[in-house]
């Protein structure tokens, strides 16, 4: 048996993924487990051993790509899958899953948008509600198949061969999301920061690659001239080496805390704008703080109220929550 399973999201999506595919393996051991994803978010799955192939796709937002994806998709039409699983029941997801041609191809129901979007699946599940987990969400799409739970719900992502560059006992501080309303302003953190260092912990800080992200280390290099920074990034794989060899991961809710969390890393997540309950990386060795309540939209860039929600965790909280962690 060949089984394709699709995400076509971002890269914490990705990784929130994994204890679903889990279950799929441990119902299916002998078949073929293949899974296709944004060509961005390959590298997170490449080295899990129990995936027989990872499919990278590019994407780029309004650009269909024809001349790059139509010989990816003759490819996997002619692997001739036994079934497909598509976990975010999107346009593309929907139409991928109806081209790639598997006998049996399971889906999300829509619960907006085009319905005919359902008729590129040969069975549909109605999508479980937001006040559950990202990972019993992405599981729950499963059930049609007699799936059973994973035998534990923890994040998985294989630990790069290169070793990190981080100095022993290292609390990675990482700044940034894709959205302005999730982060800490630069002073927060060089409180905690300062703090931290004073107590002995060594202490980085990181960011993702883009100029606007970069930013926020130059202006937290501005408010505490000492703090260490560390550059971006070369790839994807680099980070996760970095990353890796960190005693702690502190950061607001975005794609590397998720990262941390399956590499093994003890986490502090910070929530403001989302929910802690639907998206805190689950297991023993991760945390959470949240922030005030708010009524800012989950599209919004920017928290629309005069004081952010996610300027509620005070600096203190999160060095009380730190040393709790530590000890």
């Known amino acids: 048996m060949k089984i394709l399973a699709l995400k076509f999201k971002y890269l914490g999506d990705v990784v929130v993924m994994v204890p679903a595919l889990r279950a799929l393996r441990a119902q299916y051991p002998e078949a073929e487990l293949h899974v296709l994803v944004a060509a961005e978010a390959a590298p997170l799955l490449k080295d899990l051993s129990w995936i027989d192939k990872i499919w990278p796709l590019k994407r780029d937002r309004g650009k269909a790509r024809l001349s790059e994806t139509m010989p990816i998709i003759k490819e996997l039409r002619a692997e001739r899958?036994?079934?497909?699983?598509?976990?975010?029941?999107?346009?593309?997801?929907?139409?991928?899953?109806?081209?790639i041609g598997a006998d049996i191809r399971l889906g999300l129901r829509p619960q907006t948008g085009s319905g005919a979007r359902r008729l590129c699946y040969t069975e549909t599940i109605e999508e479980l509600d937001t006040t559950r987990h990202e990972v019993v969400r992405d599981y729950y799409v499963l059930t049609p198949w007699g799936v059973?739970?994973?035998?534990?719900?923890?994040?998985?992502?294989?630990?790069?061969?290169?070793?990190?560059?981080l100095p022993g006992g290292t609390i990675l501080c990482h700044l940034s999301t894709s959205q302005r309303k999730k982060e800490l302003k630069p002073e927060t953190w060089a409180a905690i920061g300062q703090s931290l260092s004073a107590s002995g912990h060594p202490v980085r800080f990181s960011a993702g690659p883009t100029e606007r992200e970069q930013a926020l280390l130059a202006d937290l290099k501005t408010t505490w001239p000492d703090a260490q920074i560390l550059p971006a990034s070369a790839?994807?794989?680099?980070?996760?080496?970095?990353?890796?060899?960190?005693?702690?991961?502190?950061?607001?809710?975005?794609?590397?805390?998720?990262?941390?969390?399956g590499l093994g890393v003890h986490t502090l997540g910070l929530f403001g704008p989302t929910s802690a309950s639907r998206w805190a990386p689950p297991g023993d060795k991760h945390h959470a703080l949240s922030g005030a309540l708010c009524p800012c939209s989950g599209h919004l860039e920017q928290?629309?109220?005069?004081?952010?929600?996610?300027?509620?965790?005070?600096?203190?909280?999160?060095?009380k929550k730190i040393e709790e962690v530590l000890a």
């Open 81 to 99: 899958f036994d079934r497909s699983v598509d976990f975010v029941g999107n346009d593309r997801g929907a139409l991928l899953s109806r081209l």
């Open 148 to 165: 059973p739970p994973p035998a534990n719900w923890e994040l998985e992502l294989a630990k790069p061969a290169t070793p990190s560059t």
């Open 235 to 261: 790839s994807l794989t680099d980070f996760m080496a970095l990353v890796a060899g960190a005693r702690l991961f502190v950061s607001p809710d975005t794609a590397p805390l998720h990262i941390a969390a």
């Open 303 to 319: 928290c629309a109220q005069t004081n952010r929600c996610i300027d509620a965790i005070r600096s203190e909280t999160v060095l």
